[in-house]
């Protein structure tokens, strides 16, 4: 049998793979202590890649990745110079 010919996980034999599928994940590591901006940054520059662009020219948004901010212990960081709540 061939490969395209194999049933896939997509329920159809030789269909495509949906965007969700075919979406890349990224999992961005905030540390504590960190400058804001090398969590934001990247988190926008990954959030936006496919979309921004394709909303200026009035073309369907189709995001390429999806992104996740993650720390060390699933705790709260904190990042010097950005205001704070009051007794964090």
């Known amino acids: 049998m061939k ?3 194999k049933d896939n996980d997509r329920g159809q034999i030789g269909q495509p793979a949906s965007k969700e599928e075919t979406m890349k994940h990224i999992t961005i590591l905030a540390l504590d ?3 804001a901006s090398t969590v934001t940054g ?3 520059i990954f959030s936006l890649a496919g979309v921004l662009w394709n909303q200026i020219c009035g073309v ?3 995001p390429y990745f999806k992104v996740f901010i993650a720390s060390v212990q699933q705790v709260y960081v904190r990042a010097p110079f950005c205001w704070q709540k009051p007794g964090f």
């Open 60 to 62: 369907q948004p189709e």
């Open 42 to 44: 990247p988190t926008d």
């Open 33 to 35: 202590g960190t400058i």
């Open 3 to 5: 490969r395209d010919e």
